[in-house]
């Protein structure tokens, strides 16, 4: 492998029903840097049917170039026809860097491609970056189970694969006047090699089925909440103001969130414009999911907890009588 034939930055780019999911035009923003650093070009793939507005979203939020590839065998994704598709690429073009979201089909992705090229895969990072001394990616990642964090280097291989996740990055300014090209590839996949497809969706499986990375105002509880039935006072402010419930690590191991819901190092990270922690001390563990939440408000009894410390807005007070008058005011508020 000649590593001087690989370059540029490649962002798989999710999509759903057509629509770009936020994960792939976060790693736009990010995948900017490292192009850049390279004097390379950031190219977002899309796979899929009838995919124009993921199309459009990649060079809105800043692809240089856009390659295409479509068929009725990607509607949904699949593991074999995405594969297929992405190793034929990526041996075509050889790309230095792959970044893909660590979403439940990025996670199922990225190693099945690591594996077909021989290469390594970084999953699940919670930062990237540049290594000075040999220009490689440097993927930041929980180790020992977030105990500590790791950097990783993949200096003899390409491509540099890793999978990011969600709400890690921030996502650009969308440019919707941006043009760049479209590279349409025709990459077939026979249904004989596609072992698996798609029946139906179940949209709505209670709590655990709200995308905590998608949500723009979420309301957490740790374990200051004494009990499961006290998320209900949370969901209750949570839908008043349009947003989602979160959990921290402690409330999760106690049973009385789904893991689906927690937040932290070993949970979700999450970016939302407003993240309202309740009852949450605020270990080193947790701040890793959600502090770089636009706004962060936390109420807590105890002054001296860490929360504070990257709070915007604190209230040093009991959670069960300040969230009730939160609740109040808010409702008074959207009455008039």
Not at 41 to 61: F, H, P, R, T
Request: net charge negative; aromatic share 6%.
């Amino acid at each position: 492998m000649n590593i001087a034939d690989y370059k540029h930055v490649w962002v798989f780019i999710e999509q759903a029903h057509g629509e770009a999911k936020n994960v792939g035009l976060e790693l736009l923003n990010q995948g900017r840097i490292l192009a850049e650093a390279h004097n390379e070009k950031l190219i977002g793939v899309v796979i899929g049917q009838d995919v124009a507005a993921a199309v459009k979203s990649a060079i809105a939020y800043g692809a240089d170039e856009v390659i295409l590839v479509e068929g009725e065998e990607y509607k949904d994704y699949n593991t074999d026809g995405y594969t297929n598709v992405m190793v034929k690429l990526i041996e075509k073009y050889k790309p230095s860097v792959l970044l893909i979201g660590a979403s439940n089909n990025g996670r199922d992705l990225g190693p099945r491609l690591a594996g077909r090229l021989a290469t390594g895969l970084t999953a699940d990072c919670t930062g990237l970056g540049i290594n000075e001394e040999t220009g490689d990616v440097a993927w930041t990642r929980p180790a020992f189970g977030g105990n500590l964090m790791a950097t990783i280097l993949c200096s003899h291989t390409r491509p540099q694969i890793g999978t990011v996740r969600p709400g890690v990055f921030k996502k650009a300014c969308p440019d919707l006047a941006r043009n760049a090209p479209v590279i349409r590839e025709e990459i077939r996949t026979p249904a004989a090699e596609i072992r698996t497809k798609v029946i139906g969706f179940i949209k709505t499986m209670g709590e655990a089925a709200v995308n905590l990375e998608e949500a723009e105002i979420i309301v957490s509880g740790g374990r200051g909440m004494a009990n499961p039935e006290n998320f209900a006072l949370l969901k209750d402010l949570a839908d008043l103001l349009g947003g989602a419930v979160g959990a921290s690590r402690a409330a999760v191991d106690a049973g009385w969130m789904p893991p689906l819901q927690q937040v932290g190092q070993t949970g979700k990270t999450v970016g939302p414009r407003i993240y309202i922690a309740c009852g949450i001390s605020g270990a080193i563990q947790h701040l890793a999911g959600m502090s770089s939440s636009d706004i962060i408000v936390a109420i807590n009894k105890d002054p001296d907890a860490p929360i504070f410390d990257i709070a915007d807005y604190g209230v040093v007070g009991d959670l069960f009588e300040v969230i009730p008058v939160l609740i109040e005011e808010i409702r008074k508020l959207k009455a008039s």
